[in-house]
Nanobody, 127 residues
Framework: QVQLVESGGGLVQAGGSLRLSCAAS??????????MTWFRQAPGQEREFVAQ????????YYKDSVKGRFTISRDNAKNTVYLQMNSLQPEDTAVYYC??????????????????WGQGTQVTVSS
C-alpha cells in the first residue's frame, strides 16, 4: 500500500492557475513503479479521469477537455506527482483526487483500477 496526500487546491478566478501536488509514502514499493492519475469529482457527478502519467515510458494521457490547459508531471526522486492547471474554467470546479496503481499499463482507466487514493483537494473556479 501507498499513502497519498494531495495539496494545492483553492479558490481561483476563471482564467487563473493552480498547481496540485500529490506526495506518496509507505512500503508499497518504488514510486516509479506506480502509474499515477488525477481524477476529479463534482457534486452530484461520478468521479472522472483527468490525467495520467504512466509508470513506464513517461507517457501522459489527458481528458479531452483539459488538453492544452493541464499538465501532469512527476518527480520520482521526491515521490510526488503534480498537476499544473492553467486557464481554469468554472466547469473545472471539483474535488481532485490523486490515485496510484502499481504496474498499471492501461490508459484512461476507471477509478476501479486504483486501490490507492488520496483524501482529495477542493478546486473552486469562480466566474
Amino acid at each position: 500500500q501507498v499513502q497519498l496526500v494531495e495539496s494545492g487546491g483553492g479558490l481561483v478566478q476563471a482564467g487563473g492557475s493552480l498547481r496540485l501536488s500529490c506526495a506518496a509514502s509507505g512500503s508499497g514499493g518504488t514510486f516509479s513503479t506506480y502509474s499515477m492519475t488525477w481524477f476529479r469529482q463534482a457534486p452530484g457527478q461520478e468521479r472522472e479521469f483527468v490525467a495520467q502519467f504512466s509508470w513506464s515510458g513517461s507517457r501522459t494521457y489527458y481528458k479531452d477537455s483539459v488538453k492544452g490547459r493541464f499538465t501532469i508531471s512527476r518527480d520520482n526522486a521526491k515521490n510526488t506527482v503534480y498537476l499544473q492547471m492553467n486557464s481554469l474554467q468554472p466547469e473545472d470546479t471539483a474535488v481532485y483526487y490523486c490515485a496510484a496503481a502499481r504496474f498499471l499499463e492501461a490508459r484512461y482507466s476507471s477509478p476501479s483500477s486504483y486501490s490507492n487514493w488520496g483524501q482529495g483537494t477542493q478546486v473552486t473556479v469562480s466566474s
